[in-house]
């Protein structure tokens, strides 16, 4: 049975490429919002979340580590997607003819260089996908979308120039996530594990809560806070390790990360993506 994988964008976004990446075959279902993401997965309508959670450009997906712990999903996988950006005009369209690029507000500043040596102006638009979609829809050679390939083969268009980002590190990573988890060892590049937890209301507790994973050996690869319920006193901390929680080391800094908590919650145990090397 063929899965679907819902995310957040249209058709051609760099999500949907993600999930072309990940679960090659699969069918996709594009979504408005991240809740709506998480939804169609509860609800049924698709069995599989492909959720944007950093950039190595622009950090942490806004809002989106608030989502993860209350959207009632498990991580089973973790993917990365390398972001090439793309001038992608009409059919015919000839470089010099293009005077604007549409694109998201995060894409734009990642070509400046690019735009600025061709005379383009930069035009905010509220997804690249979407871009590309109504650069096809309208048809003028002098303006033109950023986003990818892929959104070029599904909206007919030419792609003008390829890979004109400015840096060559522009990475994004996805968590796929599904109603139920799985704690198998699965494979071959190791575990992941991920976590949120809240410290107790005693001096140094965060210090002493991580000391267990310096002294046994575990990799975190991943340390953020953020306030819950709009308060400042009221920390919830977010993280990766390497491993899996079955590993003498881990399973003894988790124990000792749990008698310095007040909560401590594992939201998924997954195979690590070989490109994070």
């Known amino acids: 049975m063929t899965q679907r994988i819902a995310f957040q964008g249209e058709l051609g976004a760099y999500s949907h490429q993600a999930c072309t990446e990940a679960r090659p075959g699969a069918e996709v279902l594009p979504c408005k919002t991240f809740e709506d993401v998480i939804a169609a997965v509860k609800s049924g309508a698709a069995d599989l979340a492909m959720l944007p959670v950093e950039n190595t450009i622009y950090g942490r997906v806004a809002d989106i580590h608030r989502l993860l ?16 950006i793309n001038l992608l005009g009409v059919r015919g369209t000839k470089l010099e003819d293009v005077r604007e690029a549409h694109s998201h507000i995060v894409l734009l500043p990642q070509c400046a260089g690019f735009l600025k040596e061709h005379g383009i102006r930069g035009r905010v638009n509220a997804d690249n996908a979407r871009a590309a979609r109504e650069i096809s829809e309208r048809g003028d050679p002098a303006v033109a979308a950023l986003a990818s390939e892929l959104a070029a083969d599904i ?22 996530m599904q109603v139920q988890g799985d704690t198998t060892r699965r494979g071959s590049h190791g575990m992941m594990t991920t976590f949120v937890f809240q410290v107790r209301n005693i001096p140094a507790a965060l210090y002493k809560a991580m000391g267990g994973f310096a002294t046994n050996g575990v990799n975190m690869t991943k ?39 007040d909560m401590l919650e594992i939201l998924g145990v997954y195979p690590r993506d070989p490109r994070r090397d």
Not at 226 to 241: C, E, L, P, R, W
Not at 243 to 248: A, K, L, S, V
Not at 251 to 261: H, I, N
């Open 69 to 84: 712990p209350e959207s009632g999903l498990r991580i089973v996988g973790e993917a990365f997607v390398r972001v090439h």
């Open 223 to 261: 340390l953020e806070s953020y306030m819950v319920n709009g308060s400042f006193t009221a920390t919830q901390f977010y993280a990766d390790i390497e491993g899996h929680p079955e590993d003498p080391g881990v399973k003894r800094a988790l124990d000792e990360l749990d008698y310095f908590t």
């Open 155 to 176: 909206y007919g268009l030419d792609v003008l120039a390829k890979h004109i980002e400015d840096t060559d590190s522009n990475t994004t990573r996805f968590l796929l």
